[in-house]
């Protein structure tokens, strides 16, 4: 059974940094590409990343460019999402989601979603 | 990027009757186009992808069409757990987007 299970949202004031990861199992996770979503009542879901089955690629949605870094580790099954000078904006549920495979970016099996609040 | 319109915002129908939700590109995806359904308090759930193929465990009551710019999912007989909100999502370029969801409630 495919079983993905975000950590390390939280609260955290605007300017700071958090790490949210992925812990994901019941697949072969070297062989599937990965993404972040984020989801508000205001804005509904957002994407916000997807990288590559190497790393290789990343991308990123621009109201998060140069600010988030996605990165992934097959050492540790794990699905990383590095986020830096958060606003007021970023505050989100943040779901972690596999692909269908080593191209196909539609998430079939997504996390419980972490919720990050940014806060003054 | 390419922005999706879904319609009607919100659909007011009966248990057993057909639903029928509209996904509008601003421009061709082909037919790189996902229906999620999500309720209450639980993350997206993939029901098809790439515009008509239904997703792993999906009863056949679902089905999607279209390309290019429209797209339809249908609910062919609504069931009670039906209810719920539902997404179109693209992935013809980057970034990938979501439409703004239609909820089917219950009339």
């Keep these: 059974e495919v079983q993905l299970l975000e950590s390390g949202g939280g609260l955290v004031q605007p300017g700071g940094s958090l790490r949210l990861s992925c812990a994901a199992s019941g697949f072969t996770f070297s062989s599937y590409v990965l993404t972040w979503v984020r989801q508000t009542p205001q804005r509904g879901l957002e994407w916000v990343s997807g990288i590559t089955v190497g790393g290789a690629g990343t991308y990123y ?14 050492s540790k099954n794990t699905l990383y999402l ?38 003054s | ?20 939700l509209s996904c509008r590109a601003s421009q061709s995806v082909s037919r790189s186009l996902a229906w999620f359904q999500q309720k209450p308090g639980q993350a997206p759930r ?15 009551r679902f089905s999607g069409s279209g390309s ?12 009670p757990e039906d209810f719920a909100v539902y997404y179109c999502q693209h992935r013809h370029n980057w970034p990938l987007t979501f439409g703004g969801g239609t909820k089917v409630e219950i009339k």
């Design chain 1, 61 to 74: 949605a621009d109201s998060v460019k140069g600010r988030f870094t996605i990165s992934r580790d097959s």
């Design chain 2, 68 to 79: 290019g710019t429209d797209f339809t999912l249908t609910i062919s007989s609504l069931e």
């Design chain 2, 1 to 20: 990027e390419i922005v999706l319109t879904q319609s009607p915002a919100t659909l007011s129908l009966s248990p057993g009757e057909r639903a029928t």
């Design chain 2, 46 to 60: 993939l029901l098809i992808y790439d515009a008509s193929n239904r997703a792993t465990g999906i009863p056949a």
């Design chain 1, 82 to 119: 590095q986020m830096n000078s958060l606003t007021a904006e970023d505050t989100a549920i943040y779901y972690c989601a596999k692909g269908r495979d080593d191209s196909n970016w539609f998430g079939d099996s997504w996390g419980q979603g972490a919720l990050v609040t940014v806060f």
